[in-house]
């Protein structure tokens, strides 16, 4: 009777858990792709478990399982079964079928669980004024302006030439961090030379005086130096007070010397003119003796104590050296510190250098822009969106588009450019954005939050 309850109760359990397996696979199926009709190129994974009752427990068809490519006639090949026409159904409808399809197949009492995800949607195709044309996998809710975004972002035409408008902001980007990182590179270099030197303070250094933010940078360095010289004062109080004692010790040890000499001398006497009384018959050998061995316990407690007193004043020399490698290790460590800031300073530079001019090379100075529109002063870039998309009869359809038209798998996406009016407070804009055009005129604001490229405007304007 026990038995048969064991049995019953593990039923339940393994039912409870085929229960809850299959409202997940359900679940999975419509979560994942609801709505969404298959095409060709799509890839599916599929996988397929089955209830063995005389197992009480899910079998996994290991056999048909993987990811499946939808070929050109919308089918998919799969074992056992063969081909099945997956291209305008959803998950679900296909899911029904491949799981009807293996239980006539295969014989089954019942159908198995089948669940289907989308694996790779088919591609499109972005062609025209991006970065980097080409075939990408399509991504569920995708626009144009994804799409732009997936090949590189927009190119910016002037003239004869093609410029990246993301050059512009990665030059700019580059040379902000530079910035920063000068800035802080000045800082610690500050702090440090104040650390070797042994001050409690540093002044602001010549560069970045007046800089916007520089006081609350200034004072975050010197907490830190104030930390690290409080570390480093607790370490060598640790290692005085440790002289202290064994000084102590040592001023102990010394006193119980000269008393344990003055014991020694008095045995010595007392031995002496107890060899003389035994000479003359007087005391008898043993008193000789006990005299011999308390001298001989003197003379070794007196080693004893010589032994311990040099131990000390070893000590006392370990905790001096101590103190001192303290001071030259960080003094040490601090200017291998400033070595590398050095270095880091010289690269930080050059990286300025670097993505100013790879700003002027996109385009973006202020000669540039006032050329550009003193040659033209009525044109301005706007793009326009061409979707090619194909119909069900083998046709083709254009549609007419913008940022946000959504795609489909298989659309072709073409990015052009056209020119219209623009005013001349847009020109004006435009012409405030532009990088300087040379390294001298510029002017920088270096606060965390508002670090831009501007002109200098003695020399910007008229």
């Known amino acids: 009777m026990s038995a048969t309850r064991v049995r019953s109760r593990s039923f339940k359990q393994a039912l409870v858990v085929v229960l809850a397996i299959t409202f997940s696979l359900?679940?999975?199926?419509?979560?994942?792709?609801?709505?969404?009709?298959?095409?060709?190129?799509?890839?599916?994974?599929?996988?397929?478990?089955?209830?063995?009752?005389?197992?009480?427990r899910y079998r996994s068809w290991e056999a048909v399982e993987g990811v499946y490519t939808i070929d050109d006639a919308g089918d998919i090949a799969v074992p056992v079964i063969g081909n099945i026409a997956a291209i305008g159904k959803t998950t679900t409808q296909l899911s029904e079928e491949v799981s009807i399809a293996i239980a006539e197949r295969a014989g089954l009492?019942?159908?198995?669980?089948?669940?289907?995800?989308?694996?790779?949607?088919?591609?499109i195709f972005v062609v025209g004024s991006v970065q980097a044309p080409g075939r990408y996998v399509y991504q569920s809710g995708m626009t144009t302006m994804k799409a732009v975004s997936v090949a590189g972002?927009?190119?910016?035409?002037?003239?004869?030439?093609?410029?990246?408008?993301?050059?512009q902001i990665q030059a700019a980007g580059a040379y902000r961090t530079a910035v920063v990182g000068q800035r802080e590179l000045l800082l610690r270099r500050a702090r440090l030379t104040a650390e070797i030197e042994g001050r409690n303070d540093f002044?602001?250094?010549?560069?970045?005086?007046?800089?916007?933010?520089?006081?609350?940078?200034?004072?975050?360095?010197?907490?830190?130096?104030?930390?690290?010289?409080?570390?480093?004062d607790s370490r060598i109080a640790a290692a005085d007070d440790l002289v202290l004692l064994y000084s102590q010790e040592i001023a102990s040890l010394e006193a119980k010397i000269l008393s344990q000499?003055?014991?020694?001398?008095?045995?010595?006497?007392?031995?002496?003119?107890?060899?003389?009384?035994?000479?003359?018959?007087?005391?008898?050998?043993?008193?000789?003796l006990a005299i011999d061995r308390d001298l001989a316990t003197l003379q070794s407690n007196l080693l004893?104590?010589?032994i311990a007193?040099?131990?000390?004043?070893?000590?006392?020399?370990?905790?001096?050296?101590?103190?001192?490698?303290l001071v030259y290790g960080r003094n040490a460590e601090n200017q291998?510190?400033?070595?590398?800031?050095?270095?880091?300073?010289?690269?930080?530079?050059?990286?300025?250098?670097?993505?100013?001019?790879?700003?002027?090379?996109?385009?973006?100075?202020?000669?540039?822009?006032?050329?550009?529109?003193?040659?033209?002063?009525?044109?301005?870039?706007?793009?326009?969106?061409?979707?090619?998309?194909?119909?069900?009869?083998?046709?083709?359809?254009?549609?007419?588009?913008?940022?946000?038209?959504?795609?489909?798998?298989?659309?072709?996406v073409e990015i052009g450019i056209s020119a219209s009016p623009v005013s001349s407070t847009a020109k004006r804009q435009s012409s405030s954005l532009a990088m300087p055009s040379q390294p001298s005129t510029l002017a920088l604001d270096t606060t965390a939050d508002n670090r831009h490229l501007l002109g200098d405007a003695s020399q910007q304007q008229p």
């Open 26 to 56: 359900q679940a999975w199926q419509v979560t994942r792709a609801e709505g969404y009709q298959l095409v060709a190129e799509d890839k599916i994974r599929l996988r397929v478990v089955e209830w063995r009752s005389e197992d009480g």
């Open 309 to 325: 007193l040099t131990r000390a004043r070893q000590a006392v020399s370990e905790s001096n050296r101590e103190k001192a490698n």
């Open 336 to 412: 291998q510190e400033l070595n590398t800031i050095d270095a880091a300073l010289s690269r930080a530079s050059i990286e300025m250098q670097v993505a100013q001019l790879l700003g002027q090379q996109a385009g973006y100075n202020e000669q540039l822009a006032q050329m550009e529109a003193a040659a033209d002063e009525t044109r301005s870039e706007q793009r326009t969106y061409r979707i090619l998309r194909a119909n069900a009869d083998g046709g083709t359809s254009v549609i007419i588009g913008d940022e946000a038209t959504p795609l489909k798998p298989h659309d072709l």
């Open 304 to 306: 004893d104590l010589e």
């Open 203 to 232: 002044d602001i250094p010549a560069e970045l005086i007046g800089t916007s933010g520089i006081d609350k940078a200034k004072t975050d360095e010197l907490n830190l130096l104030r930390l690290r010289q409080k570390q480093l």
């Open 109 to 123: 009492p019942s159908r198995p669980s089948v669940a289907i995800e989308i694996e790779e949607h088919a591609p």
């Open 153 to 167: 972002g927009f190119l910016r035409s002037r003239g004869d030439n093609i410029y990246l408008l993301r050059d």
């Open 261 to 288: 000499k003055s014991q020694i001398d008095t045995a010595q006497r007392e031995l002496a003119s107890a060899i003389q009384l035994v000479n003359k018959g007087a005391i008898t050998n043993s008193r000789q």
